[in-house]
């Protein structure tokens, strides 16, 4: 009676759960159903709520409540329970057609989780979750159309579930999803194939009535079960959906004999099924979808007539129901597979393929023309152009390509309907595509490839058109006419700045250079005309357009690769007296001093002028030219707010972020002609003095209110932005050292006393903390002081002393898991690099600290375990940054400083070593490797101070180090087996019985008849390996490891473990 209460309270608590307008009422219910989802009795209450089915909800809940309990990785399920769960969901959906979409798909999703979960289960040595496709065509396939529909959706959803890696896997070995995926496809999917193509064939013989939306949802789910079937990853290659160049699909030879003729079947199959069907938005989707990847597999044994141009060439006209945005999607995505999978030569053989690329041009002209429909699929049509251009040098085939002929109306096309739409976007208040530059700047470079092709047609339309918008905004002065304008010029200066990037993607000639000159001639006007209006306001896209030019102007004329007797400079010369590069970087610096003046409200602009100025300052011979220039020497001398007002404290935080971009850039230029004139340097640096002095005076505690001032906090964020760009910047000893002297020791004091006030502020603490870390950073070895300089010491207890400062006022700070890591852990990342920065970077001699009684040193290591066992174990993996700062310092200090975590708390010991333990399964290769050389350093200590020290009890790594190592090197597919080879021969020669235990274990899981090679295996992983960890021995160890895997792989290639083994692979 209690659990029967208890139940309905669950449904009331769905439907508060979904249903109330209260969000409290909301949050409540969901603490309550999560604490249900965490109780013991869960599976029994499952049932009762699938049983009792009083609405959706309570089914859904328990439906993703056992989906979440089979997918534990510490699952207690017995094989008997998980496999009375699977019959349960199949006699529950079989009797219960009429159930609400969403439940029936958790359903299925729960019967294709534990399916794959438990494949390679076995009762009485049979594989108890292999005869799926039996149960679903005894119960499902021959029913009525509801109950056939979830049939092929079980299917459908198992097929999927097999081919892709979950967020719930991450834990689990993907050499088990790999091994578990080829199973299936060597014993299931061909047949399940061959049931979706036998029942559309059956489908074809019926006349659908697609009115009723039964048989439209069955045949739908056909084509998607077909397609989930094509698509599946017959090799491991783990296709990408985000990129084409992947998609090809490669079918292994046993597949291909099978696979290869249906799917040739299917893609006549599939367009007949629908042919005179007029509702069929989901299915023809659905159709396109199947049939762009049934054109995928790459085979030469593929006769001409039926390979997939012939398919495309035959849709490519008709358009029948691609007046759908996702089927027009998928037919451009068919289209784009036409070149992923066949060269130029193969296609120009082709017998229609001059009717196929006239139809294809016509479709891409027509799209492009209709730039409001489906604008993310015009990516893939222009992917197909571009590719076929490029591959214009390489066909040796003597029938014409006529790419000289398409390509041209192509680029037209593209420009003329970006230039068409800003009228009509400025009309009717739409969204402007130039917001999203992400998907525009990739449309430009494959418009820029496309553009080479008969380049002086495409030269001629842009001079064209930015003649008449330039002669146009010249005199114009109505502001709406104005404005649509300044669209144009904007799109056409982005097309000029691609049309020259894009010289870099083909060859080119000496006429091709002489138009680039034109075109750049004509922006250079233009900025010249709106640079004259910015006193009265300027277009803001415009500018971003002119910084997108420069760069790339930048990358294909200017720097060392580049011809002096260009064609460009030779038009330059003749039209506006730029004669060569210098006076051409005259202007470029000009343009920059202008936007840092005029634009310094905007931080889109001035981020991207200081990223052509970064990118200016980089080059070697580029920055020589560039310290000879009045206009260089003019930033180098006149930093300060009154010029550049992003300076100021008026400024906003996204602008002031711009600051160490533009002071790396003018310490580079510095350095050029710096030397060690100090005098100069001191110059260079009077603004930031004058700045630190106008706030020095609040450095004492007693003066705290006006140290919390605005203006103060500012000033100093800058100032850490400002001196954290000059410390990257000065990678020499020389100009290193007269940085931190005047830094050093005031100035260094003022940071550190906004540390204290402002730690709870990341928009100051961060700043200074990354200075902290760079000023660390012995990049170049510029932190090689002299033999008698205390200066790595005195630099080690500033840093300190900034860690220590930071990390005992944010431990008192208490946060909401959202603004966790923006408020906490950052923070303590970058304390983490530093303190990772300061041992690794050699200069200090650690072991002077403890001789003369400086606690510098063990103050940063007692402050890293605080902020250590501040975080939560698993947010270590969860943030990549952090993780990678942890991992790295913990190496380090496990190498130099393993007495210090030996005398640690039994608290910090066990959180360091279960965080290793975790590491060492991690997908960064670079914590793994990190975690096994940890690893190795405490085992090499812990086995010296028990051969040194015999009379010393000192506690041994946990077993399960032991066996995660052999477990991840026997079963996983791993680049760093080397690093996992090192600590092993620790941990075996510290814990030889256990080992001796696991050996004897995993060869008891294994069938008879191979206990005895899996033996044989193990005595020679340890043939000639002394017990000591000298070098050669451990180089010894790791050969026979090497050859102990080739070993292990060759017994187990190709069989089906035991469920036992399985388990430990995923622990």
């Known amino acids: 009676m209690a659990e029967e209460q208890e139940v309905v309270q669950l449904e009331l608590l769905c439907k508060q759960l979904y249903e109330s307008q209260d969000p409290l009422i909301r949050e409540q219910a969901e603490k309550a159903v999560v604490a249900f989802q965490e109780s013991p009795d869960t599976l029994s209450k499952c049932q009762a709520l699938l049983e009792r089915a009083d609405s959706s909800y309570s089914q859904l809940l328990a439906a993703t409540t056992l989906g979440k309990l089979v997918s534990r990785p510490t699952s207690s399920l017995s094989i008997q329970q998980r496999l009375d769960i699977r019959n349960y969901i199949l006699n529950y959906l079989a009797s219960r057609p009429k159930l609400a979409n969403f439940v029936v798909q958790a359903l299925i999703s729960l019967f294709a989780r534990i399916t794959k979960l438990g494949w390679f289960d076995t009762v009485k040595e049979e594989f108890v979750f292999h005869n799926v496709l039996n149960d679903v065509t005894t119960g499902f396939l021959q029913g009525q159309v509801e109950t056939c529909t979830i049939g092929v959706q079980l299917l459908s959803q198992l097929v999927e579930e097999m081919n892709q890696v979950l967020e719930n896997d991450v834990s689990r070995s993907l050499s088990k999803h790999r091994k578990i995926a080829s199973s299936f496809r060597d014993t299931q999917l061909f047949e399940i194939f061959r049931v979706s193509c036998s029942l559309l064939n059956a489908a074809r013989g019926k006349q659908l009535a697609m009115a009723d939306e039964s048989q439209q949802a069955l045949l739908a789910a056909l084509l998607r079960l077909a397609h989930n079937c094509l698509t599946f990853d017959f090799i491991g290659t783990s296709i990408d959906e985000s990129s084409d160049d992947l998609c090809t699909i490669q079918v292994g030879g046993g597949e291909r ?108 002209v027509q799209s492009l023309q209709m730039w409001q429909f489906a604008p993310n699929s015009v990516h893939y049509l222009l992917s197909l152009w571009q590719r076929m251009v490029v591959s214009v040098p390489y066909v040796n085939a003597t029938e014409p390509h006529l790419l000289e002929t398409y390509a041209p109306t192509v680029t037209t096309a593209y420009i003329n309907s970006r230039l068409d739409s800003v009228a009509v976007l400025l009309r009717e208040g739409l969204e402007d595509p130039l917001d999203d530059m992400g998907a525009i700047q990739q449309q430009l470079e494959q418009v820029a490839v496309i553009g080479r092709c008969e380049y002086s047609k495409t030269c001629q339309l842009l001079v064209a058109h930015f003649d008449r918008a330039a002669a146009a905004y010249t005199v114009e002065t109505q502001p709406p006419q104005l404005l649509v304008l300044q669209g144009q010029l904007t799109w056409l200066v982005y097309i000029i700045g691609a049309a020259i990037d894009g010289r870099a993607s083909v060859n080119t000639c000496d006429e091709n250079d002489a138009m680039d000159g034109e075109l750049v001639c004509r922006v250079l ?140 850039a003018l310490g580079r230029l510095l350095m050029v002609e710096l030397g060690e004139d100090e005098d100069r340097f001191y110059a260079f640096m009077m603004p930031l003095t004058a700045a630190f002095e106008s706030i020095i005076g609040l450095l004492s505690p007693s003066d705290s209110s006006l140290y919390a001032s605005e203006d103060a906090k500012k000033t100093l964020i800058g100032l850490a932005r400002d001196l954290r760009g000059l410390a990257f910047a000065f990678n020499t000893k020389t100009t290193y050292m007269m940085l931190f002297d005047w830094i050093y020791p005031v100035y260094v004091k003022v940071l550190l006393r906004g540390l204290e006030l402002w730690y709870g502020e990341p928009a100051l603490s961060t700043p200074a903390l990354k200075l902290a870390a ?87 290591l007692n402050m890293f375990v605080k902020l250590l066992l501040s975080i939560p174990q698993s947010y270590l993996l969860l943030y990549p940054k952090l993780s990678q700062t942890y991992y790295v310092l913990l190496e380090r200090l496990a190498q130099d400083h393993m007495p210090y975590l030996a005398s640690l708390q039994p608290e910090a010991t066990l959180y360091i070593l279960s965080s290793i333990s975790e590491g060492l399964t991690a997908l960064d290769t670079s914590v793994c490797t990190g975690c096994c050389a940890t690893l190795d350093h405490i085992v090499t200590y812990l086995f010296k101070q028990l051969v040194q020290k015999s009379s010393n009890k000192v506690s041994n790594p946990r077993q399960w180090y032991e066996e995660r190592v052999v477990n991840v090197i026997m079963f996983e597919e791993r680049c760093n087996q080397w690093s996992m080879s090192r600590p092993l021969l620790g941990l075996i020669l510290l814990n030889e019985e256990q080992f001796t235990a696991l050996r004897s274990e995993l060869i008891a899981q294994q069938p008879r008849h191979r206990q005895h090679h899996l033996a044989h295996c193990f005595d020679q992983l340890m043939a000639g390996v002394e017990r000591n960890l000298l070098t050669k021995n451990r180089d010894r160890f790791t050969q026979n490891l090497s050859m102990f895997r080739r070993d292990i792989n060759d017994l187990l290639k190709g069989t089906s473990m035991g469920s036992s083994v399985n388990d430990m692979m995923t622990s």
């Open 525 to 664: 006007q233009l900025m010249d005309l709106t640079d004259s209006r910015l006193a009265n306001g300027g277009c803001e896209k415009l500018e971003l357009a002119m910084m997108s030019f420069f760069e790339q102007f930048r990358k294909i004329y200017v720097g060392e690769q580049v011809q002096k007797n260009s064609k460009v400079y030779r038009r330059l010369g003749e039209v506006l007296g730029l004669s060569d590069e210098s006076q051409l970087l005259s202007v470029i610096m000009r343009k920059i001093i202008t936007n840092l003046k005029y634009w310094g409200g905007s931080e889109a602009i001035i981020s991207k002028t200081l990223g052509l100025l970064s990118d200016l300052s980089g080059g070697y011979s580029c920055v020589r030219k560039l310290v000879k220039l009045d206009e260089v020497q003019f930033m180098l001398t006149h930093h300060t707010a009154e010029h550049f007002p992003f300076l100021g404290v008026g400024a906003g935080i996204g602008e002031m972020r711009c600051r160490t971009m533009l002071y790396t």
């Open 774 to 860: 760079e000023l660390a950073q012995n990049r170049n070895q510029r932190l090689h002081f002299d033999a008698s300089s205390p200066n790595g010491i005195l630099l080690f207890r500033e840093l300190s002393a900034a860690i220590c400062a930071y990390g005992s006022r944010i431990l008192t700070v208490n946060v909401s898991k959202k603004q966790m890591y923006a408020m906490k852990l950052k923070g303590i990342s970058l304390c983490f690099s530093i303190l990772k920065a300061a041992l690794c970077g050699n200069y200090a001699n650690f072991g002077v600290f403890r001789l003369y009684g400086d606690d510098a040193l063990d103050n940063a």
């Open 257 to 364: 004999t099978r696979m290869t003729p249906a799917a040739s079947w299917l893609r006549n199959l599939a367009r007949s099924v629908l042919l005179n069907s007029e509702r069929r938005t989901d299915a023809s989707c659905t159709r396109h979808a199947s049939a762009s990847p049934a054109s995928a597999p790459r085979d030469d044994a593929y006769s001409s007539k039926n390979s997939s141009s012939v398919l495309a060439s035959r849709n490519v006209g008709r358009h029948d129901g691609l007046s759908e945005p996702t089927n027009y999607h998928e037919f451009c995505r068919l289209l784009a597979r036409l070149k992923s999978n066949y060269r130029l030569g193969e296609l120009v053989m082709v017998d229609n393929y001059p009717r196929l690329i006239e139809a294809i041009a016509k479709f891409t």
